[in-house]
């Protein structure tokens, strides 16, 4: 019996997992490490490691907390380079003048409803566009990682178009001070509404308190650097310093020699334990026919239409859709042939939580009189939600799989019908 315990325990510690995880990063950072001496080429990588293991490899973003930049010409390139279930990567290379400073909040996500973009030291920087998994990561925002310089600089990223399948980030372009801006890197951070609750845009030109903010259950709290309006002729400098109490939190820029940058930075409250889940589309309601098509060369095999958007398939291949969040519930018309001699199965999931009668059966023998068959299906969604479909179509069957983008990501057969011999 203990023997049985003692294994159970270990089972248990085996597979404790994490699902989200923080910290600050300061080995950039010559106060902490009088080696860091970032400039003309220097480079150093270093890895953090998260306080557990991860069950799958999650997605990780940092945010500037803390910057102290040479004036004139400076340039440093800053980038994940790997990412594991226990631990990241981090690289800085200095190109010229010298980083005193690059203190990093760094979080660590293992969930399918935040999506994660990287576009780490982008040379010649221009507006640019991302594809997104998710078609319901419908919200986001932008954080600085990178830059160089070869004079002043003012300039905002900013999303500026946000679709089910691409995001695009658009950079201000102020004539005299734009072609100095040399290079940036940013990190694109999208989900679902209920991922981020944005505080808004604060544009500081000096001296900078933010006031009591309200702690938020269940989130994180991020400072996310979107913009400069950068002179050029002192140090670039912003510290953030956090006063918290058991339910408000406050920061100022801190101030050492001369104020803070001119900048602009967005407050943000990103959740890591999210109530809104996402489930594949049931079918509640189900109509079939039967019929004799009196010549079947020239009909298609399969052939499937969408019913409020009109999209129709009928060759053979590979297909993705995704139906709007509007459009409920979702009407199909599906018809087929059925020649002599063949018999013809499909199944419709009828209800995801059941352990059984999962789904509706059907199978026909097919005969002459009686060789087309129709399905008219009805599916319903939990919530509104974009449904992301894929749609496959060969010679003997037809396939529609669901994706669903929750914690993880699975794909659910909502439809599956076959063409067999009797």
């Not at 919200?139 to 399948?165: C, H, K, R, W």
């Not at 956090?242 to 001119?262: H, L, M, N, Q, R």
């Amino acid at each position: 019996m203990k023997k049985f315990l003692s294994l159970s325990i270990i089972v248990n510690v085996i597979f404790s997992y994490i699902y989200y995880d923080t910290g600050l990063f300061q080995n950039f950072d010559y106060t902490i490490d009088s080696s860091f001496n970032c400039r003309n080429g220097y480079s150093k990588t270093t890895t953090i490691t998260f306080s557990n293991s991860f069950e799958n490899m999650p997605q990780v973003f940092f945010t500037n907390e803390y910057m102290d930049y040479e004036k004139a010409i400076l340039g440093y390139k800053l980038s994940i380079t790997t990412i594991t279930k226990t631990s990241f990567t981090v690289q800085i290379t200095c190109i010229q003048q010298r980083v005193f400073v690059a203190r990093l909040r760094w979080f660590a996500i293992d969930d399918q409803r935040i999506e994660v973009i990287s576009n780490f030291n982008m040379d010649n920087p221009d507006d640019k566009t991302f594809s997104i998994k998710n078609p319901n990561a419908q919200t986001g925002f932008v954080v600085m990682t990178s830059i160089q310089y070869a004079g002043p600089i003012d300039f905002l990223l900013e999303i500026s178009s946000i679709t089910t399948n691409s995001v695009t980030v658009s950079i201000t372009k102020v004539a005299g001070k734009f072609t100095n801006l040399k290079q940036v890197g940013y990190f694109v951070v999208v989900g679902i509404q209920e991922a981020f609750i944005n505080l808004g845009l604060k544009s500081v030109t000096g001296a900078f308190s933010s006031g009591l903010i309200t702690i938020q259950p269940n989130r994180w709290f991020a400072i996310a650097l979107q913009g400069l309006n950068y002179p050029n002729t002192k140090n670039m400098r912003i510290k953030a310093i956090f006063t918290d109490t058991a339910t408000t939190k406050s920061y100022t820029w801190g101030t050492w020699v001369e104020i803070e940058t001119p900048n602009s930075h967005s407050q943000i409250w990103i959740l890591y334990q999210f109530t809104t889940t996402y489930k594949p589309l049931e079918c509640f309601s189900i109509r079939t026919s039967r019929k004799q098509a009196f010549d079947l060369t020239i009909l298609p095999t399969f052939y499937l239409q969408l019913v409020q958007t009109n999209q129709i398939y009928f060759t053979n291949g590979n297909y993705e859709y995704v139906v709007d969040k509007s459009i409920t519930p979702l009407k199909m018309n599906i018809q087929m042939k059925c020649e002599n001699g063949k018999k013809v199965q499909a199944e419709f999931n009828k209800c995801n939580a059941c352990s059984i009668q999962k789904t509706y059966s059907f199978t026909y023998n097919c005969f002459n009189q009686m060789n087309y068959i129709g399905f008219f299906p009805l599916f319903q969604q939990a919530f509104q939600q974009y449904n992301h479909l894929k749609i496959n179509i060969q010679s003997s069957s037809l396939e529609i799989i669901n994706v669903v983008y929750d914690q993880v990501i699975t794909e659910k057969t909502i439809v599956k019908i076959q063409i067999l011999n009797q």
